[in-house]
């Protein structure tokens, strides 16, 4: 009589781990797989509210500021990112997180480009405005209106004088970063009767760039062209570490 042995396989540990890798893409953007190419562009997104030192509700789309810093710092020392790509499509959120993610941006020695789609409403206008060069789409709008403050106040006269310093940073930061003037920024800041109950103006696409809040109106290939050449001028002049 023969013996016959039979050995059960089980998959290794690499198998399991190709079949969550593909298995991923299907959960989290619906699609089998997902377009990978070497690239000197690093693309950060910026999307929903811009959550700072409070955690917003599980229900609201966030970007928070702690994930975003890091990146920044990997980017500038990563030699083999030349150029980095913001994408915007935020109502804004917390004022000092989105200044920090401003200054972080403004402070990078390799060339930068914004691109607003959808919205960059309120602490966004900062953050748009800290590239290199700042895009808009034809119906992205932007929202301009004095900081807002939620939650109880102590001590009206010393919060009034936190909130118009506070303002004054934003303003400050927008106008040295953009080519509108301190004047007009203000005047949109302040204008009433353009939003029920509420003050400030709300901009699109092409408005944005006439006020001189942006430099130009395109898309995604617009931006990526400006970018490369970003890139390649920083190269001729030395700029670009290598």
Do not use: W
């Not at 009589?1 to 299907?26: H, R, Y």
């Not at 009767?193 to 944005?208: H, P, Q, S």
């Not at 430099?215 to 030395?238: C, F, H, N, P, T």
């Amino acid at each position: 009589m023969v013996e016959q042995n039979f050995e059960t396989q089980t998959p290794n540990q690499d198998e399991k781990g190709q079949k969550s890798k593909a298995i991923e893409p299907i959960k989290e953007l619906g699609e089998t797989s997902v377009p990978e190419a070497k690239s000197n562009i690093h693309c950060i997104t910026i999307v929903g509210q811009v959550e700072g030192h409070m955690i917003l509700p599980p229900q609201n789309k966030t970007t928070k500021y702690e994930h975003i810093i890091p990146q920044l710092v990997a980017i500038e020392q990563n030699k083999d990112i030349e150029g980095v790509l913001i994408i915007l499509n935020t109502v804004g959120g917390d004022v000092e997180a989105g200044l920090a993610i401003a200054e972080m941006i403004v402070s990078l020695s390799k060339p930068t480009v914004s691109l607003v789609l959808g919205g960059g409403h309120s602490i966004g206008v900062p953050i748009a405005v800290s590239a290199d060069h700042a895009m808009i789409a034809s119906t992205a709008t932007m929202t301009i209106h004095p900081i807002r403050l939620t939650g109880l106040v102590i001590g009206v006269p010393a919060t009034f004088e936190y909130l118009e310093k506070m303002q004054d940073r934003v303003v400050a930061f927008v106008t040295s970063n953009s080519s509108v003037t301190s004047e007009k920024f203000k005047e949109l800041m302040f204008r009433t009767g353009e939003l029920t109950r509420d003050i400030g103006t709300v901009v699109v696409g092409r408005e944005a760039v006439e006020y001189g809040l942006i430099d130009s109106v395109g898309g995604i290939s617009e931006a990526v062209k400006i970018l490369d050449q970003l890139i390649e001028e920083r190269k001729k002049s030395g700029g670009m570490i290598q």
